[in-house]
């Protein structure tokens, strides 16, 4: 595809003062990786990929379910027991096939966690389960690669970003909670449109930071109430003694 095509792809937000010609540039330069491919990286991955984010990774080892299909909107029942990642890669690369998509079929852990991360940009954190959520802002912030995660249940989310030198996830949530002393996602339940609210706002989110332009959610936490459609921001402190990103991790 020559360049006036491309462009013509991308005009309605290249004509944006903030973003033009050098903007799109800078973004098909960049790299992300999206570790989880459910009800918040489905869409994050479909707005970074409309963006035209030159290189996407995708991290996941589940295998489809039919209790995904209300929100994981990446997918079809045609999928159902098969892999995520490689479906997710391959609706992607139609969607957009002059970005490159990589598929990592693995559970990010402690052991390949490390260089998986320093091979991107950015990271978007869309899991769903709290351990691997403390374990990616851990190793993001090692690395010092800015990280934006969120979480959400019923009609409920939040949203924060990472960048190095400012709080991280472990200086609002300092202990995780001891297991089974909290419900599971599946017992909490999710409506669709709440993971596509939040995770389009992780994919907005992540576009700020690789394009160095408005005030992205760092150092701040925010809420927001799908109910009664209320957003709330919740100003964070870096804590001196944090055990990942205190002023003795520096």
């Not at 903030?18 to 869409?43: D, E, H, K, N, Y």
């Amino acid at each position: 595809m020559n360049e006036v095509q491309v462009n013509r792809r991308y005009a309605r937000q290249i004509a944006i003062p903030q973003i033009g010609v050098a903007g799109q540039a800078r973004l098909q330069t960049a790299r992300v990786l999206v570790i989880g491919a459910g009800g918040l990286g489905s869409p994050a991955l479909f707005y970074l990929a409309a963006a035209g984010v030159g290189t996407l990774g995708i991290a996941d080892d589940d295998l489809l379910s039919s209790t995904n299909l209300n929100r994981q909107i990446l997918y079809t029942p045609a999928g159902i027991g098969r892999n995520k990642v490689e479906q997710a890669a391959r609706r992607l690369r139609a969607f957009n096939p002059e970005i490159t998509i990589i598929p990592h079929i693995m559970r990010v852990s402690r052991a390949n966690g490390p260089a998986l991360i320093a091979d991107y940009d950015l990271v978007v954190e869309a899991t769903d389960n709290l351990a691997s959520k403390a374990l990616i802002n851990e190793l993001c912030v090692r690395a010092r690669v800015p990280l934006v995660w969120a979480g959400v249940q019923r009609f409920e989310g939040q949203l924060s970003v990472v960048l190095p030198g400012h709080a991280c996830r472990r200086c609002i949530f300092p202990e995780l909670p001891e297991p089974g002393s909290q419900q599971s996602p599946a017992e909490l339940g999710i409506i669709g449109a709440t993971a596509g609210v939040i995770g389009t706002l992780q994919a907005l989110e992540a576009l700020k930071v690789l394009l160095g332009i408005g005030t992205p959610l760092v150092d701040q936490l925010l809420l927001w109430d799908g109910l009664h459609h209320s957003f709330e921001k919740i100003q964070v402190t870096r804590t001196a003694n944090c055990p990942h990103c205190g002023q003795n991790e520096e």
